[in-house]
């Protein structure tokens, strides 16, 4: 409790306290009343750092939430070496934040001799701009993201599965029922509570994307990719405007209480039918 006050309710009351007074470094002279959330929300930087949080989560859903469910259904239906492909399916989850990030970055390359260049160039393809792209960078992004997170989801949805019981998938073996069928009728409905718990949860957590975009990008290519926590660094560390990052803060905090809120009733959903 000591630690929580010092390190998390402390900074997050002085935080908000930031938010509402003109701020030179880091010391309060006048309060300002709402001020600073009005200069937040007229900041075309803000409004595009919203668009791009939200194509964030949209991409995030679309290219990453269904691969860990499938990767789950393949290994629920292998016998042999199960254990090998569990540990590679988790080894990106041990990775460095940073290091994967770098990693991608450099596969990235847009220069010819970049990695996935060269390797288009040996297949006769032309060069890619990738993240130099404005239309592609946020989904190349994702990627990385969904590499990075994928395989300690899939283990959790593959623990899911292993718990439904036997019985079932037996019964509709002898009323001929095929793979398809088994996983459309059993396996689905029995993991829906733990897929929409997920869910929620991958929307809490891409909402708060940085480092990704921070050591890739850099927030572009003309902020194409700047996210809502990226535009709280440039606040903050670049243009030394404390009291902008404060406001934005509060404001992102707001909306990951109210996602949380929808994480604790999927929580309880899924608790219930379990």
């Given amino acids: ?33 709402l001020a600073n959330y009005g200069q937040v ?22 290219i990453g939430f269904p691969v860990p469910i499938v990767l789950a259904l393949l290994l629920s239906e292998v016998i042999h070496l199960r254990a090998v492909f569990r540990t590679a399916l ?7 934040g940073l290091a994967a990030a770098l990693l991608w970055k450099f596969l990235y390359d847009p220069d010819p001799g970049g990695m996935l260049n060269g390797l ?15 239309t592609w ?27 439904i019981d036997a019985t079932y998938y037996e019964a509709a073996r002898m009323d001929g029922a ?25 929307v809490i957590s891409v909402f708060q994307v940085l480092y990704e975009p921070l050591v890739m990008t850099g927030g572009g290519p003309n902020n194409a990719s700047l996210s809502l926590l990226q535009l709280i660094y440039r606040y903050v560390f670049v243009r030394g ?6 406001a934005l803060g509060v404001i992102v905090a707001i ?4 996602l949380t809120g929808c994480y604790w009733w999927a929580t309880k959903r899924a608790e219930g039918r379990g």
Wanted: charged letters at 5%.
């Fill in 1 to 33: 409790l000591v630690l929580l006050t010092f390190f998390v309710w402390l900074p997050l009351l002085s935080n908000v306290s930031l938010s509402f007074y003109e701020v030179k470094g880091y010391t309060k002279q006048s309060f300002v009343g």
């Fill in 41 to 62: 929300l007229g900041d075309p930087q803000f409004q595009r750092a919203l668009l791009n949080t939200g194509l964030y989560v949209f991409w995030s859903i679309v």
């Fill in 90 to 96: 988790y080894l990106p989850n041990v990775v460095p």
């Fill in 120 to 134: 288009l160039a040996m297949a006769g393809l032309p060069p890619q701009p990738w993240l130099n792209s404005p």
């Fill in 137 to 163: 960078v946020i989904p190349l992004i994702v990627v990385t993201l969904t590499w990075k997170a994928a395989g300690a989801t899939t283990l959790i949805y593959l623990a899911t599965i292993q718990s």
């Fill in 178 to 202: 095929n793979l398809w069928q088994r996983v459309r009728f059993i396996t689905l409905p029995s993991i829906a509570p733990t897929v929409r718990m997920l869910f929620v949860l991958q």
């Fill in 241 to 246: 405007d404390v009291a902008s990052g404060a």
């Fill in 255 to 258: 909306v990951l209480l109210l």
